[in-house]
């Protein structure tokens, strides 16, 4: 399919005034960024799939070898009860507190797409109010033949 045939019609006519200039160019940059939110969202998720596995390798690889040099030196790794109880006991809740934590931001993510939807589908009874209102002023000046 030919770059012509691609684009859009109303970017094809000739803007004959300002509203129909900027109606074409703001028309163009959501078609832009429809087509490029995608490859971003990727590539973050990419990033992000990455500094963990990263993470998690360094830190395991710091662990193996503190591991080994306390085997060669003869350092005792033994912990007592109460401080394993009190490590696992701290992680649990880390964890939780990460999780609970990832719940709430995707709720108040989530209210806020809603929030916005909500708006978008209340822009046209917006445009139509101040339309009212835009005429209500006009009138008592408009000239009647």
Do not use: H
Not at 78 to 102: F, G, L
Request: proline share 3%; hydrophobic share 30%; with cysteine.
């Amino acid at each position: 399919m030919s770059t012509q045939s691609q684009t859009s019609k109303s970017t094809q006519t000739p803007a004959n005034n300002v509203y129909s200039l900027y109606t074409q160019n703001v028309q163009k940059y959501f078609e832009n960024i429809s087509k490029i939110t995608p490859q971003y969202f990727q590539s973050i998720t990419q990033l992000q799939e990455e500094c963990m596995k990263t993470c998690e390798k360094t830190i395991n690889a710091s662990v193996s070898m503190q591991q080994e040099f306390a085997k060669k030196t003869g350092i005792s790794t033994d912990i007592p009860e109460a401080a394993r109880t009190v490590i696992t006991d701290t992680n649990k809740q880390i964890v939780q507190a990460s999780t609970i934590n990832n719940q709430l931001t995707k709720t108040t993510v989530d209210a806020t797409v809603q929030n916005i939807r909500t708006f978008g589908d209340n822009v046209n009874a917006f445009v139509e109010l101040n339309k009212n209102i835009i005429q209500s002023w006009i009138t008592p000046f408009t000239l009647k033949n």
